[in-house]
């Protein structure tokens, strides 16, 4: 069965330094997501992503986050210059035709220090 | 706005019995997806279950089912003959442009 992929599974980092979440999306998927989790909380949107270009995007994502789909498999999400609250756990998720089901990957922990 | 409101952060049942966990939500639009998903300790999205706001009949996965009331907004998920596995944060979703989570349910099955 097809699967969204994340890498790392975690990632430790200083503060201030950049960081890139890698994702695979489900190879004949159109629409991209990525998501937030801060220990203990909810789930948070951070960006959907559609025809090579940003098609929503939450008030989370400032200027220190964008995302890229660079080869056509990867969909990543880097941080330019992490912080301390940026320490979450990051889902990327994909949808089908139909816009019905998001697959979510098993999410990458990012651990700032 | 859209928002999802789950009132009960916390919640537990005996094995074996049924549960229902509420979930309420506020949209303006008129044709989405509501989901439940299952995170266990592991942090992994689970879908649950998930209903066409278009489809009046209440959608049904094995021992999960939900109670949709479109006109009141609600969409509730029943887990009959609980089992210890299904121990877990449940969160109810929705989704239009993209997609909204309550803040979760946590969810205890007692032996």
């Known amino acids: 069965e097809p699967e969204v992929t994340q890498t790392p599974s975690h990632q430790v980092t200083q503060m201030g330094q950049e960081v890139i979440l890698r994702c695979v999306p489900i190879s004949n998927h159109l629409y991209f997501y990525w998501y937030r989790q801060i220990l203990g909380q909810k789930v948070e949107f951070l960006v959907s992503?559609?025809?090579?270009?940003?098609?929503?995007k939450s008030e989370i994502f400032d200027d220190q986050f964008s995302v890229e789909r660079p080869d056509g498999s990867n969909f990543t999400l880097k941080i330019r210059s992490t912080k301390l609250e940026d320490s979450a756990m990051y889902f990327c998720?994909?949808?089908?035709?139909?816009?019905?089901?998001?697959?979510f990957g098993p999410g990458t922990r990012l651990t700032v220090l | 706005a859209q928002t999802v409101t789950q009132s009960q952060p916390e919640m537990s049942v005996q094995e074996a019995e049924t549960v229902t966990l509420s979930c309420t939500y506020d949209t303006s639009e008129n044709n989405y997806y509501l989901f439940w998903y299952k995170q266990p300790p592991s942090r992994q999205m689970i879908l649950v279950i998930r209903?066409?706001?278009?489809?009046?009949q209440n959608a049904t996965e094995n021992r999960f089912s939900v109670n949709f009331q479109k006109a009141a907004k609600s969409f509730s998920l029943k887990i009959s003959d609980s089992q210890l596995g299904d121990t877990a944060m449940y969160f109810c979703?929705?989704?239009?442009?993209?997609?909204?989570f309550g803040a979760g349910t946590r969810l205890t099955v007692k032996p």
């Open positions: 209903q066409e706001a278009y489809k009046q």
């Open positions: 992503f559609y025809n090579n270009e940003i098609s929503e």
């Open positions: 998720a994909s949808v089908g035709q139909g816009y019905n089901e998001q697959f």
């Open positions: 979703a929705f989704i239009t442009n993209d997609m909204r």
